[in-house]
């Protein structure tokens, strides 16, 4: 995980100048361009990787938490109330020795790095009766009854639990009596595993921060705030990635003149592939309605490394940076599904490059995402932004093969495995592309992974080319499939 503390590889990460041969003096000062920016974010993700290595999860300011006044009832009940005078004389104070347990069993599970484990730490602790100052569960907008209020003439923004109906009451108690006695220890250490079972924290309790709840804070406000770098899509290195049919002659309909044509070896069929992808919360709980405002940036390169004929060039570079806004909701699907968000943004995606492979295009997208039991899906519809003539245009029949939205899918598996889809395709031409995900646990910081890929757009360069590809390698463990 990410966390405020500065890691000592901070002042280590390089200053590095790296030359290829891009053929041009404005295509090799974009390719600098490209590697620094590269090497930048890199040093970024390492400083905030390395910091997640400690042993104590240090990102909470411990001195600012306050434990909210507790009082215990003759009969046993345990109240909470923000005025401490409003006492009364059938109410005493809570033992000055349960306070400090309850302290010490919260500072216990920052022990606890994994973020779905630490947060039903921590509230196995709250359970027991003391909720930290600084948490704050989220209501989602239920969007049924919203929208039952507007049609009666009475437009407004209803949250979940707000007057809810008594069945809706009774089938939130049983969710949250539900238990599983089990503790799935895949991706824990010892004292971590020790921490959990000596709470009582079980698996169902960390089940319930699901990967879709965990990347967008549906449930809770995340520890880290805002303007705090998070995973946003996956972190990975590939350092086998193998192309069937690589793209020999990369060229786009806008283009009038004559298209480079490469040798086989001057674009090989295995290369490295690799992406750094960052995003922070710029802002939360936003219009009474618990919606977040969040800036992405996702940098995706095919580097030939193993070409030592060519001077190992980048093959392409991609840069994604976006803004979006997303709004927690809930309402009943079919077959036990439920929406848990709706969400809109905005992403510009281009490879930095100059005429004729240059290639870029805007997108605003609607989206959405909903769970059934532990598969997450999570579709987008988007249209082009188109900002440039048709003189201009690098690339005007994209959506002709990028499509006009995805599909994403993740399944949970056994001990901490996952695999994952993005699915695209345009109806009218026929055109689109698939990728499957795999994922599984090597280490307590990273996973292996397996990548999958058929179709159009495997990079902005080969938007209207057909290729399959497969990669294998590492991803960090933040990111789930998303």
Not at 267 to 293: G, P, Y
Not at 397 to 414: E, F, N, Q, R, V
Request: net charge negative.
């Amino acid at each position: 995980m990410f966390a405020h503390n500065i890691s000592p590889r901070q002042a280590n990460c390089p200053n590095t100048t790296a030359n290829t041969d891009q053929g041009t003096a404005s295509q090799g000062s974009k390719t600098y361009l490209s590697i620094a920016v590269g090497i930048a974010l890199t040093c970024f993700t390492i400083q905030g990787h390395a910091a997640s290595n400690g042993q104590v999860y240090n990102e909470l300011p411990m001195e600012g938490v306050s434990i909210e006044q507790t009082y215990k009832s003759p009969q046993g009940v345990v109240l909470r109330l923000d005025d401490p005078i409003a006492t009364t004389d059938n109410m005493e104070w809570l033992s000055e020795e349960f306070i400090s347990q309850q302290t010490n069993l919260f500072l216990e599970c920052t022990q606890v790095q994994t973020s779905a484990a630490r947060l039903a730490c921590y509230d196995k602790v709250a359970d027991q009766g003391k909720t930290p100052s600084f948490t704050m569960n989220k209501q989602p907008v239920d969007l049924a009854r919203t929208i039952r209020t507007t049609i009666s003439g009475n437009p407004q923004f209803v949250l979940a639990g707000q007057d809810a109906e008594e069945g809706e009451t009774t089938e939130q108690l049983a969710k949250q009596t539900a238990s599983n006695e089990r503790l799935d220890t895949i991706g824990l250490t010892k004292r971590e595993t020790q921490v959990l079972k000596d709470i009582g924290v079980t698996q169902a309790d960390i089940e319930k921060y699901t990967p879709l709840s965990m990347a967008y804070d549906l449930d809770q406000n995340g520890e880290r705030g805002t303007w705090t770098a998070r995973p946003h899509n996956p972190n990975y290195v590939l350092p086998l990635f193998y192309s069937f049919d690589p793209n020999l002659s990369p060229t786009s309909s806008s283009e009038d003149v004559e298209r480079r044509e490469y040798t086989p070896n001057e674009i090989r069929n295995t290369e490295l592939k690799f992406q750094l992808s960052l995003k922070t919360k710029v802002a939360e709980d936003l219009f009474n309605t618990r919606s977040d405002l969040w800036f992405g940036y996702t940098q995706q390169a095919h580097w030939q490394v193993y070409n030592e004929d060519n001077s190992r060039p980048f093959r392409a570079t991609d840069y994604q940076p976006e803004i979006f806004l997303t709004q927690p909701v809930t309402a009943n699907l079919p077959f036990g599904g439920r929406l848990r968000m709706l969400g809109v943004g905005a992403v510009h995606h281009s490879n930095g490059r100059s005429d004729p492979i240059s290639r870029s295009w805007n997108r605003a997208y609607l989206m959405g995402g909903a769970e059934w039991g532990k598969l997450s899906v999570i579709p987008r519809l988007w249209t082009r932004i188109n900002n440039e003539s048709a003189d201009t245009d690098d690339n005007p029949d994209i959506t002709d093969y990028m499509g006009h939205g995805d599909l994403t899918l993740l399944y949970d598996l056994p001990k901490q495995q996952s695999i994952s889809s993005t699915l695209r395709y345009n109806t009218e031409t026929k055109k689109g592309a698939a990728q499957i995900d795999y994922i599984y646990p090597l280490t307590k910081n990273v996973n292996g992974y397996v990548q999958l890929f058929h179709g159009y757009g495997e990079s902005l360069i080969d938007y209207n080319h057909e290729n399959t590809t497969i990669g294998f390698g590492i991803v960090l463990n933040d990111w789930k499939g998303f």
